[in-house]
């Protein structure tokens, strides 16, 4: 039936997982932009950034010229535990559909985290240690990044303080009792332990908080407490180049088995995960090797790439952060409470956003009626419960190999499969019950969240 | 550090996944003990069973000789999407007890269904399948078999109703929401759609449910709907021998790197996991060709083999199935309300029992709070969240490895880590916040249970 003699899930050999993780930074002719200083301006130095990130954390995040960084045997070890992870055929999807497209998916489900975010964590926690830190802070939304950050430290022994948002404290419980397994403290955002929580619970006494407000808080804490740091699940270029990992598995069992993909796919909320698994297919279009046609997916409820603007735009909603160059919506911009799952962010990895703005790379913005219909569709056939932040992917890849339904074309796709959507059942049974609805914010509904885009001129 | 060159996780090819499943009644000097009818006391006969269960899994209840069964092709295809599954060398726990002991756990929580039982569902719905059925019903009580047997029927387009123990449906909208996603009707048990429900409500208006009550109402409306059978997730001989697929991957992997295990442990609550990670290893024993210890792992709250009787009982609470020959505590008993998770069934599958009962395996109890201390003390490090059930096996698993550093010896250990926890999070939160407690039934309340065993002369 298929044209590739391939097992249905492609393991690699632990032998195989990389040994170097790749900065696609080095070969993009147009850098992505610095970091700024909000009130300099300035581009931020190490110096600036110490009293928030790890030392070496900041040298990955400045380093824009060192193709390949070795991946201490730590890291490696650890990776052991859950890595190389599958990519598999879908040869039950492609069955459904009765396409002649060729559908495969890396996934990166397969661990307790529930996602790829792991990838980041585990390394954020190992320079940690490394430096002699007690502890970090972080923010998490959906869970999935908290959840892997704790197990991370759990494994090096480092205090972890997770400020998640307060309508995932309350409708997630189980996720926060994940992290509190592994050790962590979870304090529901907006606290009343920092400045910036207090601030906002007094201007919004009713708030359930978001993304940007609980970075705030973390960030504050970090910064505040002895021998703490701050790290991020998602945006910067450091955890782009740690989720590398999970395109170089994927190209290296592409290379092994012959496959050569025409289209990839993958989700985009602050773009780790598809940065991740494109950098080195997007490599080797950068140098002139090979072409590939890149799709960013996004929820049309957040819609960062397809509506946004490109400008430079604080990180988070208490304007503690830097800022970064970006496709942003604003960093006041909150969706819509019926959207579910992640990818909920306003702004958007600025690598990811300097590829996008020069034409390397496309993107798509999908309902989320459309995106669970996929869901299950995928669940059903392929045996796993995908989260809603994959099942963007899944959605846009569907919608590609039924094209080639149509035009004949025996295409290559592949998708990142970023996680399973256990924790997710309370949106899967509003679409099981049928009252899962779907938002588009209007011109005007931008235009609020453009409003706070700061006006920089370098 | 270790004795054995093997990789952190071994994964076998796809090729290697057993091709037959083994039976390990065809090497068992004494034969477990024949489903009897309860009005006439004679050994259930082919046609006695057809209202109820698949043709050809009533051949392979009722097959006491054949050891090796193929696996039909359709089956294999399916067991692709997740296994084989991996043997994983416990590097980290090992390290963490500081024993001289190897530590290797089989890992079958790597599929959505998040258990081993999806390995019987498939094969049970297959079969369905070919008979040209509708549909089938079952009953759920932590939620596993019937999320298993949920994705199996919508693989194969057939119907699936599940009864699911009122208690469970209430406290695990999320497992009821994984059922549905995969197109199956999910009914609270005792229902008032079913005549034994009905009774059972109008006798015990503020019932929670049993296992043993939602076996009833299943096997009840298989027999009266059109086109439909029951089938059932453990307990039965034809699960054990489907099961056997883990042990035979076990011992695959065991013989490619040369690993011989000493004690094999798995928890047992119907005894389809225990049985099926055992069979081979039994058959080998049973042969006189190697020996090895075997330990069952029983929650002490339901201790059907260390404290239950060898007898005939009924399987279920409203006396509609056939009676089996097991250790029982009696087809009345319910564990105490505090006990989590699974392995709460009255009794134990009669092959199990007869291989007990001829010293082939031992058995031990163990309490709750004891077996969350070592689930998380896994997790933290080998960064897998186990379900609780598993995690009776993890306990015993970490006592035994202690053992060896009191005594220096350096056994190998392997255990079966059925599945994992993401559903059972209420019970870790009430671990975490200290509120768990232990329960271990008094000689008085065992009598109770007991009294209600029927007086089987043969």
Avoid at 402 to 414: F, M, P, Q, S, Y
Wanted: glycine residues 8%; aromatic residues 10%; hydrophobic residues 35%.
């Amino acid at each position: 039936m298929s044209k590739f003699d391939v097992p249905y899930k492609i393991y690699l050999d632990e032998a195989d997982i990389p040994s170097s993780w790749y900065n696609v930074r080095a070969d993009m002719k147009n850098k992505p932009a610095p970091l700024i200083h909000p009130a300099t301006l300035k581009p931020l130095k190490f110096e600036d950034m110490q009293p928030i990130f790890c030392d070496e954390l900041i040298r990955q995040e400045l380093d824009n010229d060192t193709a390949y960084i070795p991946i201490p045997e730590e890291i490696l070890n650890f990776y052991k535990m859950y890595r190389p992870s599958p990519l598999v055929h879908a040869v039950f999807l492609e069955r459904l559909l009765d396409t002649p497209a060729h559908i495969f998916y890396k996934f990166e489900g397969n661990n307790t985290s529930g996602s790829h975010k792991l990838n980041s964590a585990i390394a954020q926690a190992y320079y940690a240690k490394k430096q002699g830190l007690k502890g970090v802070t972080t923010e998490t939304g959906a869970g999935q990044w908290g959840t892997a950050l704790s197990m991370a430290c759990a494994f090096f022994k480092l205090e972890c303080k997770v400020f998640m948002v307060k309508v995932s404290y309350e409708q997630k419980p189980f996720r926060r009792e994940v992290m509190r397994t592994y050790g962590a403290s979870v304090t529901p955002s907006p606290s009343m332990t920092t400045e910036i929580g207090r601030k906002i619970n007094a201007e919004h006494p009713n708030t359930t908080g978001s993304l940007g407000c609980a970075i705030s808080e973390a960030v504050e804490e970090a910064v505040k407490s002895e021998g703490y740091r701050y790290e991020l699940g998602s945006v910067l270029n450091q955890v782009l180049l740690h989720q590398s990992i999970i395109g170089l598995e994927t190209k290296a069992a592409c290379d092994k088995y012959g496959i050569k993909p025409d289209v990839i796919i993958g989700c985009a909320g602050g773009g780790s995960n598809l940065g991740g698994l494109i950098s080195p297919f997007m490599g080797e279009k950068l140098r002139g090797e090979a072409d590939y046609q890149f799709i960013a997916v996004e929820p049309a409820s957040c819609p960062s790439f397809t509506r946004g603007k490109f400008a430079y735009d604080f990180c988070d909603t208490g304007k503690v952060c830097p800022m970064a160059k970006m496709y942003t919506l604003g960093h006041d911009f909150i969706p819509s409470s019926n959207h579910a799952g992640g990818l909920r962010y306003h702004g958007m990895s600025s690598i990811l956003s300097q590829l996008y703005h020069d034409g390397l790379m496309e993107a798509r913005a999908v309902e989320q009626t459309s995106v669970f219909e996929a869901a299950e569709q995928f669940a059903r056939v392929e045996g796993i419960l995908p989260a809603p932040e994959s099942s963007h992917a899944i959605r846009v890849a569907i919608d590609e190999a039924l094209k080639c339904k149509e035009t004949g074309e025996e295409k290559t796709i592949i998708f990142g499969l970023t996680g399973t959507g256990y924790f997710d059942m309370t949106a899967y049974e509003k679409y099981n019950d049928g009252t899962m609805t779907d938002y588009i914010p209007s011109d005007d509904d931008l235009a609020k969240g453009f409003a706070c885009i700061p006006d920089v001129k370098l």
